[in-house]
């Protein structure tokens, strides 16, 4: 079965431009190309999938979004990957299309042209009708700068390895708690409970167990500091 990344571009392969009358031709996202050459050694692959609202017309002309684009997939090339799909909306909001993501108008014929391995493959994007389109489609949906997916590294992490990874939060009238653990990655822990002797030995336990540990807690310290560390 075909594993497939589906990813967004403005945001996710590129850096966001701010408005459309900005140049087309961005900076690549940080950690993008590291992180699709270890998808694709582990058998993925790559199909764009973009909102580009407007294409066409003046304010977000298609020969200069074209000419970048084709640039950009030159660049991916140069470095071994390339996309199978490259899928466009043209469309803006209001046209309510059946092709604009979250929707997936764009990639159903893709989709259907033969088995998909939908455990492993997913969506990756930098909004939140990114991972609407995962849900839609029934693939995990990544959000970049979210947590536990803030980069491309992080990602490529979670599908590739498939780490042995929770997070846990908690609200009390006294505390309010979030535990990320993953057991496969060492990374250098983060504790931030407001008492700085607590912080330092919850540190301990992910630096020396070899795992990544981040600890955030808003507690009542201007009680008494046991309900933190009793909750945490």
């Not at 899928?87 to 893709?110: N, Q, T, W, Y």
């Not at 033969?114 to 995990?140: K, Q």
């Not at 409970?193 to 507690?219: N, Y």
Request: glycine share 10%; with cysteine; hydrophobic share 40%.
């Amino acid at each position: 079965m075909r594993r497939v990344l589906f990813v967004d571009r403005d945001g996710t392969l590129v850096a966001e431009r701010k408005s459309l009358a900005e140049p087309v031709e961005q900076p690549l996202v940080a950690g993008v190309i590291p992180a699709l050459l270890r998808l694709k050694a582990a058998g993925y692959q790559f199909v764009i999938v973009t909102n580009q609202p407007g294409l066409g017309g003046a304010g977000n002309p298609r020969g200069a979004f074209e000419q970048a684009d084709e640039k950009l997939l030159a660049l991916f090339a140069s470095q071994g990957i390339r996309f199978l799909g490259n899928f466009i909306c043209p469309h803006l909001p209001e046209a309510h299309c059946s092709c604009r993501k979250p929707a997936i108008g764009l990639v159903r014929d893709f989709v259907s042209s033969g088995p998909l391995d939908r455990e492993r493959s997913a969506v990756v994007g930098d909004r939140d009708t990114d991972v609407e389109l995962g849900r839609n489609l029934g693939l995990r949906g990544f959000k970049l700068g979210a947590p536990g997916s803030e980069t491309w590294e992080a990602i490529a992490h979670a599908l590739v390895d498939r780490p042995r990874a929770a997070t846990v939060q908690r609200r009390t009238k006294e505390t309010d708690i979030r535990v990320a653990v993953d057991l496969d990655s060492e990374a250098e822990p983060s504790a931030k409970t407001g008492l700085g002797f607590f912080d330092h030995m919850l540190e301990q336990l992910g630096k020396h167990g070899g795992f990544k540990l981040d600890v955030q807690c808003a507690g009542d310290l201007h009680i008494d500091e046991h309900h933190t560390v009793e909750d945490v």
